[in-house]
């Protein structure tokens, strides 16, 4: 079977680690709209450049299809976002011509991508939820009732890699900084965790890794270390269970002395898979699983602790006190 990735980026280590999966057999296709995207140089069988997805969403569909024809793909694996929404919509005429594209629905996808719908659905869940405002009047209210105080977290409704989101400490500076289309968050410290859960083709959970966060880098992160921790593995669990989503999912998580909250919720392969992947957990393998309609049973905790992942130039394993160390594009 061949694959594309589309919209690769940064992520060439996609190419290198379904490359040296086991099974599978076939040609690596890589995509992006930048042709300066490192991704496309990777190690894979041919790439193509195409338009920005959310520039012209019938004409990028409309050649995305005839790549995928042309080359016989039958697997397609985005990596962003704004093109993840875009794809759930063509989810089933790609599938009619027997191309599976590694997409929620797009009921999932709105709980995702909306801070606001993410909130509500984790409100009725009954999971902890940062106290969160859509305008500064709410927000002023609140205020005068000391419900919440100052420094505060403010980000896009629809949103991704941490652009303009902000910490602020002050109200003349939220002011400023406040537009439509903005949230206004409690500033919760804790300790920040990403966690990779991946579910089956019955839309359960059958892999979950923890990673505790050590350093992010342009919204994404840049150095982890792989953990097990029973309350995140709980919260996230029934998470997957409840959202319903389909194959791999990126959330993270913050924990502090009393709870456990969700931050974000992004249905595709995370800037932090690579620290799955080399804890022994392959979500590509998987994802081929679910193409070839086989059964995934779930395993947990079963993966490599304390591997510490840092991206580097290439990926190598080194030792630093003891602990295996992975760098990588």
Do not use: W
């Not at 012209?56 to 694996?77: H, Q, R, S, T």
């Not at 704004?82 to 089933?92: C, F, R, T």
């Not at 709980?111 to 305008?135: G, H, R």
Request: aromatic share 12%.
């Amino acid at each position: 079977m061949n694959v594309l990735i589309t919209n690769i980026g940064r992520r060439g280590y996609l190419v290198d680690f379904l490359r040296n999966t086991s099974n599978f057999i076939g040609n690596i296709y890589v995509s992006d709209c930048d042709y300066t995207a490192s991704g496309l140089y990777s190690k894979c069988d041919e790439y193509f450049i195409l338009p920005r997805p959310t520039n012209d969403e019938g004409l990028y569909v409309k050649k995305l299809m005839n790549i995928c024809l042309l080359k016989k793909i039958k697997i397609i694996i985005p990596v962003i976002d704004p093109e993840i929404y875009i794809l759930s919509k063509y989810k089933e005429k790609f599938r009619k011509k027997g191309i599976l594209i590694i997409v929620s629905s797009r009921d999932v996808l709105e709980i995702c991508y909306n801070k606001l719908f993410m909130n509500e659905f984790l409100l009725k869940n009954n999971f902890n939820v940062i106290k969160t405002f859509n305008n500064i009047k709410t927000f002023q209210t609140a205020l005068e009732k000391e419900q919440i105080n100052f420094p505060v977290f403010i980000k896009p409704i629809y949103g991704s890699g941490s652009t303009n989101s902000f910490k602020v400490d002050d109200f003349k500076k939220l002011k400023a900084l406040f537009c439509d289309g903005m949230i206004i968050q409690e500033y919760i410290e804790g300790t920040e965790y990403g966690v990779d859960i991946f579910n089956n083709l019955q839309h359960t959970p059958v892999r979950i890794v923890i990673k505790e966060k050590i350093s992010m880098r342009s919204g994404e992160t840049d150095k982890s270390r792989t953990i097990f921790n029973k309350n995140i593995f709980d919260v996230t669990k029934k998470l997957a269970e409840i959202l319903k989503h389909f194959g791999p999912l990126d959330c993270d998580v913050i924990e502090t002395k009393k709870n456990i909250y969700v931050l974000d919720i992004n249905p595709r392969l995370g800037g932090g898979y690579p620290a799955t992947h080399e804890a022994g957990i392959n979500f590509l393998e998987l994802i081929v699983k679910l193409y070839k309609n086989e059964k995934i049973t779930p395993q947990f905790n079963n993966y490599l602790l304390d591997r510490i992942i840092v991206k580097g130039i290439s990926i190598k394993s080194i030792s630093v006190n003891k602990e295996e160390k992975y760098e990588f594009n």
